[in-house]
């Protein structure tokens, strides 16, 4: 039997050398899905511009690619936009988002000189204003809208439709626009919407464009505002298991920029500049991570459980949002390796939902055995937590096959740092 490799390294070894769990992510998928995105948009058409949803994956070297590849990034936190900070990431590439931006974060975007505020309420515009006018400012600003369109996709990570917390209706946004216009240091540079994510096809994202372009127009004609930039979000699905089809970016990309070209001409608009903020599909398929199998019970009748040594704090993604994942044993791989057991992968956790996966079938699974589950690289790490105090892995990233050791992994001394006694 086999070992499995990831882009070059052997992943047996990895944990051999850095331990288990651990991230295991590609520098050269990530540039290679970067360079595919921008491509296809910001290659093909003009003044179009990818961004990076920094919440899907935040590492410094993350920030180093993104620079070098001349991406922007969305920030939705003054912790996600210090460490964009001391990477000295350009302040005019970032979008502040978040829905409750507090005023230590407004005044550090402020002092940085973010390219735009994303906003969703009037509050916060008005805040910015007011903010802004004592330093003398005047940053652009976007409307987040909610457009009403319900994607197909897990309801926690549906961002757009009647429930959602996100965004501003059409009618609170003619309100909010008007403001806009009417504040001096706001600058009403455009609108916002992100339907939701992981979506498999390009559906929502067109009917959610064709409401924003006609609320585009009816914003013109009635009261004169002008969109200059329209950001359209991210959301673009990506494969966790060969059962998910999601469709190629060229098949969300073309058609959404050919149709706010053809509708702006036909209306003697000018068309905005176009933003996308992928964050998953640069991030997810480009990782990987790694267990050890600590027990194998078999229960008659019900399942074998293989325990490892992770789970809920470095994803808690199966049970926020029933996510599936793929998996394999990284030392028994190949076509000698037959599955040939349901499996569960447990957790570690004291937490019944910390099932990193239910019911895959695996070769004979025992332990000590190094399990690789996989597309892992998005919101796993980012989203990584101390439950039952687990320090969170380290992550090894790999260019050209050679791995390096980029985050290492928490000490239980970091896990109780902040303690004051
Ligand atoms: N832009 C905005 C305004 C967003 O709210 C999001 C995701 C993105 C871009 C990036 O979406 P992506 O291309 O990655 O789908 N924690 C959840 C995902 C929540 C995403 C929320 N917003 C998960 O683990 O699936």
Not at 50 to 68: G, V
Not at 160 to 181: V, Y
């Amino acid at each position: 039997m086999s070992h499995f490799f990831f882009h070059g390294a052997d992943t047996v070894e990895l944990a051999g050398t850095y331990g288990t769990p651990l991230y295991v992510v590609s520098e050269d998928e990530i540039t290679a899905r970067i360079r595919e995105i921008k491509s296809r948009f910001d290659g093909r058409h003009e003044r179009c511009h990818t961004h990076f949803a920094a919440k899907a994956f935040l590492t410094k070297d993350m920030l180093r690619i993104l620079k070098r590849e001349g991406v922007g990034l969305d920030v939705v936190s003054g912790g996600e936009l210090y460490l964009a900070r001391e990477m000295g990431f350009p302040a005019d590439e970032i979008a502040f988002h978040g829905n409750s931006k507090t005023e230590r974060e407004i005044s550090e975007g402020l002092g940085y000189g973010v390219g735009k505020f994303v906003c969703d309420s009037l509050d916060e515009i008005k805040l910015i204003d007011e903010m802004a006018r004592s330093r003398g400012a005047c940053p652009r600003v976007l409307i987040r809208v909610n457009p009403g369109v319900e994607g197909n996709t897990h309801p926690h990570m549906l961002t757009s439709g009647g429930r959602t917390k996100f965004g501003l209706p059409p009618d609170l946004l003619r309100q909010a626009a008007a403001e806009c216009m009417a504040l001096q240091n706001v600058t009403a540079a455009g609108l916002h919407f992100h339907v939701g994510s992981q979506l498999m096809d390009p559906e929502t994202h067109l009917e959610a464009l064709d409401i924003l372009l006609g609320i585009i127009k009816a914003l013109r004609d009635e009261m004169g505002f002008e969109t200059e930039i329209l950001d359209m979000g991210g959301g673009f699905g990506v494969a966790y298991t060969p059962a998910d089809k999601p469709a190629r970016i060229d098949d969300f990309m073309t058609p959404m920029v050919t149709r706010a070209e053809e509708f702006c001409a036909a209306n003697g608009l000018a068309r905005p500049d176009l933003i996308i903020e992928p964050g998953r599909y640069i991030a997810g398929p480009s990782g990987i991570t790694l267990y050890t199998v600590e027990s194998v019970k078999e229960i008659p009748g019900v399942t074998t459980y293989a325990g490892v040594d992770g789970g809920y704090p470095d994803n808690p993604r199966p049970a926020l949002y029933e996510a599936v994942y793929d998996a394999v044993i990284a030392n028994k791989y190949g076509a000698d390796a037959a599955p040939v057991k349901n499996v569960t992968l447990a957790g570690k956790c004291c937490e019944s939902g910390d099932v990193v996966i239910r019911d895959i079938m695996l070769p004979d699974i025992e332990r000590g055995d190094i399990v690789a589950v996989l597309c892992t690289g998005a919101y796993c790490h980012s989203m990584a937590n101390n439950y039952n105090k687990n320090p969170i892995p380290a992550i090894v990233m790999i260019k050209d096959g050679t791995p390096r050791l980029s985050v290492r992994r928490q000490t239980y001394r970091d896990i109780y740092a902040c303690d004051m006694t």
